[in-house]
């Protein structure tokens, strides 16, 4: 049982170019979340799933995209990348009782 | 929306000492407190969480209490010990369902306890 695993666990980007972070579960559960951590700022909510297929905007969804083809997985993808999009980015699933489980993190740097 | 603000921003503490941490939210709704530690390099990891039915709970060195009246719920740390050297976020989860009954978190707490 691993939980939530994230890959990558870097990366370094020019502006512009595009990447996809990979977020996947095996604790079967309907809600996964994305989300970006900055110095000072807490957690903020980029994307969210409350199920295959589905997903939603969150506070700060502006140029990122995401997909929850199968129930396991959810993927965060960057079109065009930004130097403002340089952050942690967590991913986490939410068990029954509202528990939220987190990922290792990408460390993501765009030059 | 909800609001959650978190109090210190850091704290040092002797070893053996406590440790408290102090989070407030703004929907009086708010049901769910959750408290998450953060080690280096690592992602957060869920500690304690109490729901609004509940005043206190503990878990060995670790306590919280939530007073729903002042709309405030802390973290104790008693007999704190050098791994407990971290970042810690406080957060609670609002009763609607906007962003898919989210969670709002804290700016977080870096604790270091001194050997």
């Known amino acids: 049982n691993a939980g939530v695993t994230q890959t990558p666990k870097f990366r370094v980007l020019k502006t512009g170019q595009s990447m996809t972070l990979l977020c996947a579960q095996d604790m079967n559960h309907e809600y996964m979340y994305w989300y970006r951590q900055d110095p000072g700022m807490g957690l903020r909510l980029i994307h969210y799933?409350?199920?295959?297929?589905?997903?939603a905007k969150g506070e700060v969804p502006d140029g990122y995209n995401v997909s929850r083809l199968k129930k396991q997985n959810f993927l965060l993808g960057l079109e065009s990348a930004a130097p403002s999009q340089t952050s942690v980015y967590f991913c986490?699933?939410?068990?029954?009782?509202?528990?939220?489980?987190f990922g290792p993190g990408t460390r993501l740097t765009v030059t | 929306g909800e609001n959650v603000e978190q109090h210190p921003s850091t704290l040092s503490v002797q070893e053996g000492d406590s440790a408290v941490i102090k989070c407030t939210y703004s929907?009086?709704?708010?049901?769910?407190f959750p408290w998450y530690k953060q080690e280096l390099g690592k992602g957060p990891q869920l500690i304690i969480d109490i729901r609004s039915n509940v005043g206190e709970k503990k878990d060995q060195r670790i306590a919280v209490t939530l007073n729903k009246t002042a709309k405030h719920f802390s973290l104790h740390i008693t007999e704190t010990q050098p791994e407990d050297s971290a970042v810690y976020f406080c957060?609670?989860?609002?009763?609607?369902?906007?962003?898919?009954?989210?969670?709002?978190f804290g700016a977080g707490t870096i604790l270091r306890v001194k050997s």
């Open positions: 986490a699933s939410r068990g029954d009782r509202y528990e939220q489980y």
């Open positions: 799933s409350v199920g295959e297929g589905t997903t």
């Open positions: 929907d009086s709704a708010s049901n769910y």
């Open positions: 957060a609670a989860r609002g009763a609607g369902l906007e962003y898919g009954n989210k969670l709002v």
